[in-house]
């Protein structure tokens, strides 16, 4: 006798119910007694809403203490994520980098531009020398530091290839006008009383008309080595890189306007100095301390170029400073990109190991553990022979057959089917053998 599906659903809810039951004595009727149904049993395991969800994030080991437990909770936003990190890191090295520089040359603005080719040794870029496109240092130190040249022949003190210090100075005291990077070539006193002038760090050692002299105070009975009350010319001999003779010619100096003390300069490349230039405008009388901005210490070769570019004097500068610019450039960019994968690269290793000595592998949390927002709880529907793991999603609800309620009634291992007793057939009929 085939049991019908009403039979199977009574057995179903017998064999999910938790609590024991007691069997009815059996009958020797030839009919059963119908058994009350009774109430719909709980499910294996079901869901409560006051229930606290498990957090896949409590089985997590800190990286900081390595203790297994509760970890912090995952960061979503860091500062260097932002689109303004890096502008805002530019600006802040910048700024560092302004004030360092201040605080070393104590002059604001601290650097200037070589706009001109006047320094430069030849035609061609020079590095160490002052070329169009540099950019220097102005540092304000006292009167008595600066070295002019004919001091720096005595004591050997070199500055830009040359003896002497390079001054940075407003021509004629103009703080409006473009500054003029030149070397000091003698320091000039100005005698009001006879209008004569005293000069100051000539070598005494080295005065004559001989290959090996420096100066010299020719003229009449004046002419030697005096450096008082000099009211005609004073010779320079072998002067900067084009070993020029220099005629300092004091009438001329003082029809100009030269009638206070200050330093001469010259230009490394020029031929004459500013004070003294013939058929052109003359750049500057006598400099006073006051003009003097400072003197160039430092260089940064070739980056001053671009404000000539913008400038419009981009023919100033040197053919090779460009080439140097550019190398330079991508250079840079070249060492930057290596740091960043180099650093990069530390950070991982680093990382790893620190995983290896944890002794686990970090892995991405399933969907239904990442947040933000609770972890969804699974449910445990009353067909299902298994729990469902929590960390995985919840299953989603889905229509059951009878034929699939009946397979997991005979194949659950809680509880084998009990047997069914068939009802005894009843005994033949004798009348209708007879007839």
């Given at each position: 006798?085939?049991?019908?599906?009403?039979?199977?659903?009574?057995?179903?809810?017998?064999?999910?119910?938790?609590?024991?039951?007691?069997?009815?004595?059996?009958?020797?009727?030839?009919?059963?007694?119908?058994?009350?149904?009774?109430?719909?049993?709980?499910?294996?395991?079901?869901?409560?809403?006051?229930?606290?969800?498990?957090?896949?994030?409590?089985?997590?080991?800190?990286?900081?203490?390595?203790?297994?437990?509760?970890?912090?909770?995952?960061?979503?936003?860091?500062?260097?994520?932002?689109?303004?990190?890096?502008?805002?890191?530019?600006?802040?090295?910048?700024?560092?980098?302004?004030?360092?520089?201040?605080?070393?040359?104590?002059?604001?603005?601290?650097?200037?531009?070589?706009?001109?080719?006047?320094?430069?040794?030849?035609?061609?870029?020079?590095?160490?020398?002052?070329?169009?496109?540099?950019?220097?240092?102005?540092?304000?130190?006292?009167?008595?530091?600066?070295v002019t040249y004919v001091a720096g022949v005595s004591s050997g003190f070199t500055t830009y290839g040359e003896y002497g210090d390079v001054l940075l100075y407003y021509p004629n005291g103009s703080t409006s006008a473009t500054p003029i990077v030149h070397r000091a070539l003698l320091y000039l006193q100005f005698n009001k009383s006879n209008?004569?002038?005293?000069?100051?760090?000539?070598?005494?050692?080295?005065?004559?008309?001989?290959?090996?002299?420096?100066?010299?105070?020719?003229g009449g009975s004046s002419a030697g080595c005096q450096t008082h009350g000099l009211a005609n010319e004073l010779l320079l001999y072998h002067i900067g890189q084009k070993s020029l003779t220099v005629t300092v010619d004091f009438a001329r100096l003082m029809a100009t306007g030269s009638t206070h003390s200050g330093y001469l300069t010259l230009?490394?490349?020029?031929?004459?100095?500013?004070?003294?230039?013939?058929?052109?405008?003359?750049?500057?009388?006598?400099?006073?301390?006051?003009?003097?901005?400072?003197?160039?210490?430092?260089?940064?070769?070739?980056?001053?170029?671009?404000?000539?570019?913008?400038?419009?004097?981009?023919?100033?500068?040197?053919?090779?400073?460009?080439?140097?610019?550019?190398?330079?450039?991508?250079?840079?960019?070249?060492?930057?990109?290596?740091?960043?994968?180099?650093?990069?690269?530390?950070?991982?290793?680093?990382?790893?190991?620190?995983?290896?000595?944890?002794?686990?592998?970090?892995?991405?949390?399933?969907?239904?553990?990442?947040?933000?927002?609770?972890?969804?709880?699974?449910?445990?529907?009353?067909?299902?022979?298994?729990?469902?793991?929590?960390?995985?999603?919840?299953?989603?609800?889905?229509?059951?057959?009878?034929?699939?309620?009946?397979?997991?009634?005979?194949?659950?291992?809680?509880?084998?089917?009990?047997?069914?007793?068939?009802?005894?057939?009843?005994?033949?009929?004798?009348?209708?053998?007879?007839?």
């Amino acid at each position: 006798m085939v049991p019908s599906p009403a039979d199977e659903d009574d057995d179903l809810d017998d064999l999910l119910d938790d609590k024991p039951k007691r069997r009815a004595p059996e009958s020797t009727s030839a009919h059963r007694s119908p058994r009350p149904r009774s109430s719909r049993a709980e499910p294996v395991r079901r869901w409560q809403p006051n229930e606290a969800a498990e957090d896949p994030w409590d089985d997590v080991v800190d990286d900081r203490s390595g203790r297994r437990g509760k970890a912090k909770p995952p960061v979503f936003w860091r500062a260097r994520d932002s689109l303004y990190f890096e502008p805002l890191v530019a600006l802040a090295i910048l700024a560092v980098l302004l004030v360092s520089l201040f605080a070393y040359t104590a002059n604001w603005p601290p650097v200037y531009v070589v706009e001109s080719n006047s320094m430069q040794h030849g035609s061609g870029d020079h590095l160490g020398v002052l070329n169009a496109g540099d950019i220097v240092l102005a540092q304000r130190v006292s009167n008595s530091s600066i070295v002019t040249y004919v001091a720096g022949v005595s004591s050997g003190f070199t500055t830009y290839g040359e003896y002497g210090d390079v001054l940075l100075y407003y021509p004629n005291g103009s703080t409006s006008a473009t500054p003029i990077v030149h070397r000091a070539l003698l320091y000039l006193q100005f005698n009001k009383s006879n209008d004569t002038f005293n000069t100051t760090g000539l070598p005494s050692g080295r005065c004559g008309t001989g290959n090996a002299s420096v100066w010299y105070v020719p003229g009449g009975s004046s002419a030697g080595c005096q450096t008082h009350g000099l009211a005609n010319e004073l010779l320079l001999y072998h002067i900067g890189q084009k070993s020029l003779t220099v005629t300092v010619d004091f009438a001329r100096l003082m029809a100009t306007g030269s009638t206070h003390s200050g330093y001469l300069t010259l230009g490394d490349n020029n031929t004459e100095p500013d004070q003294l230039s013939a058929g052109v405008a003359l750049l500057s009388t006598l400099v006073k301390p006051s003009w003097v901005i400072g003197v160039a210490r430092g260089l940064i070769p070739w980056f001053g170029a671009l404000k000539l570019l913008l400038d419009g004097n981009a023919a100033k500068v040197p053919d090779a400073s460009w080439e140097f610019l550019g190398l330079t450039i991508a250079g840079v960019i070249f060492a930057a990109a290596g740091v960043h994968l180099l650093l990069r690269r530390g950070r991982e290793a680093r990382a790893g190991r620190r995983e290896s000595d944890l002794g686990f592998e970090e892995e991405a949390p399933p969907p239904s553990a990442r947040r933000p927002g609770p972890a969804r709880p699974s449910t445990v529907q009353p067909w299902q022979a298994t729990p469902v793991d929590e960390t995985e999603a919840a299953p989603s609800p889905r229509r059951v057959s009878y034929e699939q309620r009946r397979r997991a009634h005979f194949t659950s291992a809680r509880e084998a089917p009990r047997p069914r007793r068939r009802a005894p057939k009843p005994p033949p009929d004798d009348e209708g053998d007879d007839a």
